[in-house]
């Protein structure tokens, strides 16, 4: 049997949660949501797997999110950090097998 990687698909789930918990290691093992603007009239566009235990989603509304979760550590996103660690993600994986396509800035089939 070879061990050899025909296809591979990656999702990359909370993602821009977890990058802000990767360059901010005070964040990690906190709830954590990404939004567009600090207002409670938004949603959460990002929510880390510690937010998630909460029921707090993609879409779910920052006020409800803070009702949920006291908690919860807003961040305001940062498009360009996000792009910036695709690529880096994109170029690992290259590295490793041919990637076909990136599909969204958190999935890429590759093989």
Known sequence: MDDIVNWL??????????????????????????????????CCIAASYEAKAYGIKTGTRVGDAKKLCPTLQLVEAVPQLYVRYNHRIVETVESCVPVASVLSIDEMPAG
């Open 9 to 42: 698909f990656l999702d990359l789930n909370a993602y821009f949660a977890s990058v802000e918990q990767q360059v901010n290691p005070a964040l990690r093992g906190k709830p954590v949501a990404v939004v567009p603007m600090m207002a409670d009239s938004t």
